[in-house]
């Protein structure tokens, strides 16, 4: 196989074709002579906050000289990225390679399942000293639960989305991200609910939360972020209040890790780390901001940064119709006076722009664009020098993020 092939083929699995369980990966692994025994890992679930959680630990140690391998999903400018080893995308080549000999293992897997396969076959190849893990979906049944050397359990914040498959209450779907503790030498959980913390507390007495009490922010808008957190002074590149937090969980997961990882170093790390899509600033004049908001968590940490511009706002959104996508709306266009509905390109799970343009009209003016290209013309012609934010899913963010770049350059 060539590397499209390779892509349709992965695509090709699915991830909910099979039946949810361990029994499959552990099977694929075992074939391919345990690779996932032969690194170290820091292992991270949760609802919202992972994937930048995850790029922040991930340039952390890099930046202190760990060869450094990070797993994450879903991807947002390549498909490679998924897989990364010091901030370089596996190549063309090698995904190539690993994929195939997930494929000669003749197990049937999931494309989740599949591609943690590979990255973990790839990272045990490459001897990484330390891979950060992400979870796809949940915890206790996600193919990276197959680790068995993980330096930390980390859970970010913790909220409804996947009602389907991981339960329709937060205490069902903490209990499925805290699957990943087991018998691990450190759990940091990010400030969480009431309801979250308890069921946090059923899987371990020895976990770390940030002391927000010792947090003074300094500064929190559009041009950055400084903060002092336990008497030391950070920065962040990536912006929102939000970040603040996963820098904090971020700190506290390397600090008891067991890694002596210096102040400076991770100082240095946060100012520099890179995540798109994560109120990603696509243009500052006029200001264009890219998210990837998709669930009611998600737009309620969005809004915080939405209502600086006090009701100036255009949005383009896009969302999947097995979403809270109505609460998402409700969350967020009260702080636009206009908005342009796509449907997501490439991904049958779309709502229809027409659908999403009636549903958002109960909470703003709101038109329908045929592609991306008419909603970002139409975006910037209502907007006019105010503010444009794009959210409402990762892959709407992926999709439109090049040629949102393309528009302003």
Known sequence: MNYTETLNYIHSLGNFKLPAGLQRITAALSALSCPQNKFEAIHIAGTNGKGSVSAMLAKIFETA????????SPYIIDFRERIQINGNFISEDNLVKYAQRVKNTGVVL??????????FSYFA????????????LGGRLDATNTLERVRAAVITKVGLDHSAILGDTVEKIAAEKCGIIKNFPAVVSANQKNEVMTVIKKYTENYTVPDVSRLKVLKCDG???????KEKEFSLSLCGEYQIENSLTAIETVAFSGFDIPYETVKKALATTFFPARAEIISREPLTVLDGAHNPDGAEALCKIMKKYGGRITAIIGVMRDKDYE????????????????????????????KLAATANKYCPCTAAENYDAAIESSRLSAGDDPVFVFGSLYLA????????????
């Open 65 to 72: 000289g760990f060869k450094t391998g990070l797993y994450i």
């Open 125 to 136: 190849d490459e001897k990484c000293d330390i891979v950060i893990v992400e979870t796809g």
């Open 327 to 354: 609460t998402v709306l409700k969350r967020t266009l009260p702080y636009c006076k206009s908005a342009v509905a796509v449907t997501v390109e490439n991904m049958p799970r779309s709502l229809d722009a027409g």
């Open 398 to 409: 992926g999709g439109i993020r090049e040629k949102l770049k393309n528009f302003y350059n």
């Open 110 to 119: 999931s494309e989740f399942e599949f591609i943690t396969a590979a990255a």
């Open 223 to 229: 041009s950055g972020t400084t903060y002092i957190y």
